[in-house]
Structure formats: structure tokens, C-alpha cells
């Protein structure tokens, strides 16, 4: 299991940032060469980005590139840059189906090319239209690649022709349907940036939010985001203290030869048993245990 | 490889390098250097640059660089954008 809590997304073309990026504690740096590169620049941030990746100690954290979408001139451009510095993955805007079965099929020439191991780079389709949203299943499953979807709700909504609002009662679908497909192929549900960085009530809101649907973690657009996201993610202790206890009554029962037990009165079988093991486990990772 | 025209990548923002190539009438290759750091890495910096230069191939070139404290893989990668853009 590898944890992925939060993705901080790093302007591609800004020198300073991308080299400070490993010491900020995110899971994820999402190195960007779409929204935050400027047009007549997409050029020199793709150098600067395959230099950095070949250079920079980036730390604890994977690197992901965020592309530039297929359908534009830049997008395969970035591919074949890119992936022969060997980020862990990259991030494809406006994901069809169609779109990561080309990055599929690019990476595996690249890869036999340069002597990579086979499927080591990994993808993230970012969900930000109404017809990725529709698709999403099958555009986790046209790829052994796919690790995670990033839900973009900015686009989205803008596709769909609704107001984003800062309660995202109009995103609760869209995030219902990703973290539900995600689950389905055990991938990870990134949650789309809450972007007003004055607002830290309605951030810590929204990650709960998000949490409580299935996403198992959330994108950033600025450095001071982390914490707060890593916090609300982490298990908490009393979830962690139950899990324990969950782990120690399913030893004794085993013991004593029972398949099914009771804990406080509640009868324990494999779900509970199953989620107090994921618990344990991110809390591991997470450094609380 | 030729430089046949002015091209220019980089920004004035700290950590970055501003670098500006055009071809040298006078052929060889010419490296004009401003930097925050002078004293202690300009050379090191030219180094860099040159090097980047000789891995294209080219054997005529002027470059005038302003640099605000960019590491090795700005400057390469300001200096390889520029020369591409030159082409």
C-alpha cells in the first residue's frame, strides 16, 4: 500500500518552486505542465521538468508529471520527454478512455526503447468532464497502469454549466461515482484542490467530506495545505485503538475455533475485520503506530 | 547545428537564469555573464553553459545570461530551450 494522501500540484516552469518541492512532506508532487505553463512556454517547461526529475533529490515524495491533454499539439510532446527520465507516473487532463489506451501503448515503446521494467510508469486519468465522469470505469480498466483518478471539479463543473459553491453539493455525484469506481479496482480517489486558501474552516470541511464518500486523498495548490489534508486522513485513535482490539478479538477467536465473534455486543466478520487491517496498516504508514 | 536567429528563454525571478542566443558574426562561442553569484560560481556557470553549447554541436554562438541564483539544471535547460528556439 502505498500512501497517497495528498498531491501538491508545482507550476512546471517555475525553477525555484520545483526544486523546493521534496522537503514540503506531500505523498505526491505533481510536477504541471498544462494549466499553470503558459502557452509560448510549454516548451521550456518540459525541459525544465525532464531535467529537474533527472537532477533533484525530490525526497519521500513520487513525482507525477501532469501532461498536457492528447488532443492538443503539446501533449504527446510531453510524453516522449518525459517518460524517459522515468517519473512514477503521469496525470492525463480530461481522461477518455481512448486517450489512456494511447498513453498505454507510447509508454510501452518508450519503455522497451530505454530497457524499462514493463508498466513502470503509472497513470492518473484526471476526471473533468461529464464524459470522463460517465466513463470512469472504464477508463481505470483500460490500463494496468492506472494507480489513482484525480477528480478535476473545476472543469467539471464548467463543463456541466454549474456554479461551483464552497459546500460542493453539486460535485457529491461526481465524487460518489469516482470513489466508487476507484474501490472497485482498488486504485486510489484523489479529491479535486479547494481553492480558496483564506477559508481554512471550509478546507478542513471539505476534506471530511470527501473522506467520508471514499476518497482517499486530496489535491493541494499550495504547500500549507498538506498537514491539514495528512491530518484528516490519518486514522484517528479511537479508530485505531477499535482496530486493535477488532485484530487482538480475531486471534483469540481463532483460538478458540470460532468463525464468527462479537465485540462490545456487535457481531465482527470479515469487513470489519478487513477495514480494522486497512486502518492498522495506513496507520503504520502514516507513522502513528 | 547552426544558430540562425535571436531566441531567448528564462525570467528575471530568483533561482531562474534569463539567456538570450543569436548567432556570432565572429564565430566561436561568446558567453556574456551577469549573476547574483559571480565572485563564487561564475565560472562554474560558463562551464555549464559551455558545455551545454558542445553538446549541440555548435561552434558559433553568442549568449548574453543574467542569472538570479539558478542551479545546473536551470541553466542547462534555459540554455538548451534558447538554442532550440534558435534553430
Known amino acids: 500500500m502505498k500512501l497517497r494522501r495528498s498531491m501538491l500540484f508545482i507550476p512546471g516552469n517555475n525553477p525555484g518552486m520545483i526544486q523546493n518541492a521534496g522537503v514540503l512532506g506531500a505523498d505526491s508532487i505533481i510536477l504541471d505542465l ?3 505553463v503558459a502557452v509560448t512556454e510549454k516548451d521550456s517547461a518540459r525541459i525544465l521538468v525532464r531535467n529537474a526529475i533527472k537532477t533533484l533529490d525530490f525526497y519521500n515524495s513520487e513525482i507525477v ?7 492538443t499539439d503539446f501533449g504527446f510532446e510531453d510524453i516522449k520527454e518525459i517518460a524517459k527520465v522515468k517519473p512514477h507516473a503521469l496525470l492525463i487532463p480530461k481522461a477518455t478512455e481512448e486517450d489512456i489506451k494511447a498513453c498505454d501503448d507510447i509508454l510501452k515503446r518508450i519503455e522497451e526503447y530505454e530497457r524499462f521494467e514493463n508498466n513502470h510508469i503509472k497513470l492518473f486519468p484526471l476526471i473533468e468532464t461529464a464524459y470522463g465522469l460517465e466513463n470512469v470505469y472504464n477508463i481505470i480498466k483500460a490500463s494496468d497502469r492506472v494507480e489513482g483518478v484525480l477528480l478535476g471539479a473545476e472543469d467539471l463543473t464548467a463543463d456541466l454549466g454549474i456554479k461551483r459553491t464552497r459546500e460542493g453539493e453539486e460535485i457529491f455525484y461526481a465524487r460518489c461515482k469516482v470513489a466508487s469506481a476507484c474501490r472497485a479496482f482498488r486504485v ?12 481554512y474552516d471550509g478546507f478542513v470541511e471539505d476534506i471530511k467530506k470527501a473522506k467520508s464518500i471514499g476518497m482517499t486523498g486530496k489535491a493541494a ?12 486522513f490519518a486514522p484517528s485513535k479511537e479508530e485505531i485503538e477499535y482496530a486493535k ?11 478458540e475455533g470460532k468463525g464468527v465473534f462479537s465485540l462490545d455486543g456487535k457481531m465482527v466478520d470479515a469487513p470489519i475485520i478487513q477495514r480494522a487491517d486497512t486502518i492498522l496498516e495506513k496507520a503504520k504508514l502514516s507513522g502513528l503506530l | 547545428m547552426e544558430i540562425k536567429r535571436i531566441a531567448k528563454c528564462g525570467t528575471f525571478e530568483s533561482n531562474d537564469i534569463y539567456v538570450i ?61 534558447a538554442i532550440k528556439r534558435a534553430l
Open chain 1, 34 to 36: 498544462e494549466d499553470a
Open chain 1, 188 to 199: 486510489d480517489a484523489i479529491d479535486t484542490p479547494f481553492t480558496d486558501l483564506n477559508d
Open chain 1, 65 to 71: 508529471v501532469r501532461i498536457n491533454p492528447l488532443s
Open chain 1, 245 to 255: 482490539r477488532v485484530m487482538k478479538a480475531q486471534e483469540d477467536a481463532k483460538r
Open chain 2, 21 to 81: 542566443v543569436e548567432p556570432n558574426s565572429d564565430g566561436g562561442v561568446e558567453i556574456n555573464l551577469e549573476s547574483i553569484v559571480m565572485k563564487q560560481f561564475g565560472e562554474q556557470i560558463k562551464k555549464t553553459i559551455d558545455e551545454t553549447v558542445k553538446s549541440f554541436g555548435i561552434k558559433s554562438i553568442k549568449i548574453t545570461a543574467k542569472d538570479r541564483g539558478a542551479l545546473d539544471y536551470t541553466i542547462k535547460s534555459r540554455v538548451e530551450t
Open chain 1, 221 to 232: 495548490i499550495n504547500p500549507r495545505q498538506i498537514d491539514t489534508i495528512h491530518d484528516v
